[in-house]
């Protein structure tokens, strides 16, 4: 079993940036693939970024190139580093990783963008 637990949401202005964390408790290093993933209000869930045990990553097309997802098994941490933030990026932000058979979720984080 994993518990994860996002933070660093928050309420920032266009253009602005932002830095996520989520904290696992349980050591990561045998965890493969962990990533983030967004809700806004009246869409469904939708992949943000992913990144293996090895460090290979892969964003959607949305946010390539403004947001950069990385792990430190040391720390069993994953971030999510938000730069350029637009108002169509605000969203409940969740980590998620797959372990064992099962995934598991964050509470989420809330991010808000103001244009």
């Known amino acids: 079993q994993v518990q994860l637990v996002e933070s660093g949401g928050g309420l920032v202005q266009a253009g602005g940036s932002l830095a996520l964390s989520c904290a696992a408790s349980r050591t990561i290093f045998s965890i493969n693939a962990m990533g983030w993933y967004r809700q806004a209000p009246g869409k469904q869930r939708e992949l943000v970024a992913d990144i293996t045990s090895i460090g290979n990553t892969h964003y959607a097309d949305s946010v390539k190139g403004r947001f950069t997802i990385s792990r430190d098994n040391a720390k069993n941490t994953v971030y999510l580093q938000m730069n350029s933030l637009k108002p169509e990026d605000t969203a409940v932000y969740y980590c998620?990783?797959?372990?064992?058979?099962?995934?598991?979720w964050g509470q989420g984080t809330q991010v808000t963008v103001s244009s």
């Open positions: 998620t990783c797959t372990y064992g058979k099962f995934d598991y």
